[in-house]
């Protein structure tokens, strides 16, 4: 009878070491470090190393470096299995940012930024991979959506206590970064200890693949790499360089963001499960489109800030995406497809930032023009996408 009360208990303590926690726990540690570097590196650009928008678009070109060569996870996964390799990729994030803030010049920048990027690129890869490989295509567009949600708690606690650092105690960027990076770090480090190694249901590919059937799909990626760009790099920047926002008021500003998508993330993922990909696609691209127009004419900073709120909650629907390549994909060809789908988005990432810098000290209107044409490119794609999307039915006809 011991023995049965002892295997019970045992049991009891392990139920929470599953697929889905661990999921959880990294949708919980990556907005700590990455929002963080997020939200602060505008103001830590232009206060201290004295960045204009030439710097910061040179900056963004070379973080998007790493996602440009995401496809090499694949073949690193010839020795290392991917969750080991996804927690690495998590400890290169976290103290990449930790230490960001002890490098205030644009060499130093340069280098965190690169080793952070590499960290942050290799985990949305290898994260995305072994999300649809654990989750069934029944649940994946729920789950999906909670991961965001809790994400979306995540940053915005950690903006919480970003704007208490630097309003309230006036702490110098060294060290928000460094807080926001051991933090992050801590909780990586008990996921490596606690949890044990997941097996695939599904051996996967070892080897790049590229798939004629899936081209929409590459489509849609590409398109949503190079429209990301004018909002990551151009939208937090106009805000600070235009409207003279400060590193507190970036922070309130992320933290509104993030408290529209825990609110919404979840039910935004169970509406894409009713409506389908094509039809929230749609949606969002629309929304897009009047998004960047108003960036481009905006000359009132409570505007501003609300386009900014706006954007950034289309983003939850970007998860059909994903959910699209699932229904239609061989379930094999996950972890290769995630590795190539983010070099495909990262193609016009490379070249984005550095080159529309340039056009931004001439004409930043011009900049929030090309990203409207964007997503009016990927509304025509989404027009593609079937009812009902399945393998053998990738593209809707006619």
Not at 4 to 24: G, M
Not at 108 to 119: A, E, F, N, P, V
């Amino acid at each position: 009878m011991n023995n049965n009360i002892t295997s019970a208990r045992k049991d009891t303590a392990h139920s929470w070491q599953n697929p889905k926690t661990l999921l959880t726990l990294i949708a919980i540690a990556l907005p700590i470090a990455f929002a963080s570097w997020q939200a602060l590196l505008n103001n830590f650009a232009i206060e201290k190393a004295a960045f204009t928008g030439a710097e910061i678009g040179l900056l963004q070109s070379v973080r998007e470096i790493p996602g440009f060569l995401a496809f090499t996870a694949v073949f690193v996964l010839l020795f290392i299995r991917e969750q080991k390799f996804m927690m690495l990729s998590l400890v290169m994030l976290t103290v990449g940012v930790a230490i960001t803030g002890f490098f205030p010049s644009l060499a130093g920048l340069l280098c965190t930024t690169l080793l952070m990027s590499i960290g942050f690129h290799y985990l949305e890869t290898l994260k995305q991979s072994l999300s649809l490989q654990w989750l069934t295509k029944e649940e994946a567009p729920e789950v999906l959506g909670k991961l965001i949600s809790v994400g979306a708690l995540s940053a915005l606690i950690t903006y919480g206590v970003l704007w208490v650092l630097l309003e309230q105690f006036q702490l110098d960027f060294r060290w928000v970064y460094l807080i926001a990076g051991s933090a992050s770090l801590c909780i990586v480090i008990f996921m490596w200890l606690a949890f044990p190694t997941f097996e695939s249901k599904t051996i996967q590919n070892k080897k790049l693949i590229l798939r004629k059937r899936y081209w929409l799909y590459y489509a849609l990626v590409f398109m949503s790499g190079a429209r990301r760009q004018i909002f990551v790099v151009f939208a937090g920047f106009l805000m600070v360089e235009k409207f003279g926002y400060s590193a507190a008021d970036i922070t309130l500003l992320f933290l509104i963001n993030y408290a529209f998508n825990w609110l919404f993330a979840k039910r935004i993922g169970r509406l894409i499960g009713v409506i389908g990909e094509r039809k929230a696609l749609t949606f969002e691209y629309i929304g897009l489109i009047l998004v960047f127009i108003s960036y481009g004419l905006v000359e009132n900073e409570i505007l501003a800030a609300g386009l900014y709120v706006v954007d950034h909650l289309f983003f939850a629907l970007a998860l059909a995406i994903k959910t699209y390549f699932q229904k239609i994909a061989d379930p094999a060809d996950m972890a290769s497809t995630a590795g190539v789908s983010f070099t495909i988005s990262h193609i016009a990432a490379v070249v984005i930032p550095v080159t529309f810098g340039l056009i931004w000290l001439i004409s930043p209107a011009s900049v929030f023009f090309a990203g409207a044409a964007m997503a009016a490119m990927s509304l025509i794609l989404a027009m593609y996408i079937p009812n009902h999307p399945t393998e053998g039915n990738e593209v809707r006809k006619g």
